[in-house]
């Protein structure tokens, strides 16, 4: 068990610019989560994935962001044309399909937009 | 609505203490809870977590919680505090079917030597 890994750990841009994330979740797990963590807050929900299907997106998650798991396993969350307002941790979390699941979190990204 | 609060931003103790972090929860359905652990610059990593059964739970790093449901609380206890128990408390809020957890704002703890 390599846990969940996270790339990259940071990432400085230009307000404009594209980002892209990268999560790859623990192997045998079919669900995939994106939350985002500003300064001073606990992680607020983003989206969610079992195996390949998106099955929810949060209010959060405005038109600029984008995330994909095109082959139930990695997934990725772009932004584009960042803003300021981005800047925040970006965490991925990833569980097995029981009842009783237990999330299980990555590193994070940490993207500062300039 | 529902709402996770933790209501100590920050808490400081000596090393060797005892520790109580506190955690109350507004949720409609029969709650799943979690206490995270984050270090400075790093992801969440599990303490414990209560599904249902007895509601004293214990977890890693000699942390335990009691969950109250007359009181809506999940509260962290540790009876003798290490100086790298030092970092950031997060209690989270889930249910059977959800997928998505709510997190409480996070207590920060700082431990004196």
């Known amino acids: 068990d390599t846990g969940v890994s996270q790339n990259p750990r940071h990432k400085i841009t230009k307000r404009g610019q594209n980002v892209t994330f990268r999560c790859d979740p623990i192997s045998e797990h079919n669900r995939l989560y994106w939350y985002r963590q500003t300064l001073g807050q606990g992680p607020e929900f983003l989206t969610y994935f079992q195996n390949e299907a998106q099955l929810e997106k949060s209010r959060l998650l405005s038109d600029r962001f984008s995330a994909e798991r095109p082959k139930g396993s990695f997934s990725t969350l772009e932004i584009q044309r960042t803003e300021q307002g981005d800047s925040a941790m970006y965490l991925c979390?990833?569980?097995?399909?029981?009842?009783?699941?237990?999330?299980?979190f990555g590193p994070g990204t940490r993207l500062l937009v300039l | 609505a529902q709402s996770v609060t933790q209501p100590d931003i920050h808490i400081t103790v000596s090393e060797g203490a005892s520790l109580e972090l506190r955690c109350n929860y507004s949720?409609?359905?029969?709650?799943?809870l979690f206490w995270y652990v984050q270090s400075p610059g790093q992801g969440l990593q599990l303490l414990l977590k209560?599904?249902?059964?007895?509601?004293l739970v214990q977890g890693i790093k000699g942390f335990e919680a009691e969950f109250k449901r007359s009181q809506s609380s999940f509260n962290l206890r540790k009876p003798s505090v290490h100086w790298s128990d030092a970092a950031e408390y997060f209690c989270?809020?889930?249910?059977?079917?959800?997928?998505?957890?709510?997190f409480g704002t996070g207590t920060r703890l700082k431990v004196l030597a």
């Open positions: 989270a809020v889930g249910a059977r079917g959800t997928y998505k957890y709510i």
């Open positions: 949720y409609g359905a029969t709650p799943y």
């Open positions: 209560y599904f249902s059964g007895d509601t």
């Open positions: 979390a990833s569980s097995p399909a029981r009842t009783q699941e237990t999330q299980y």
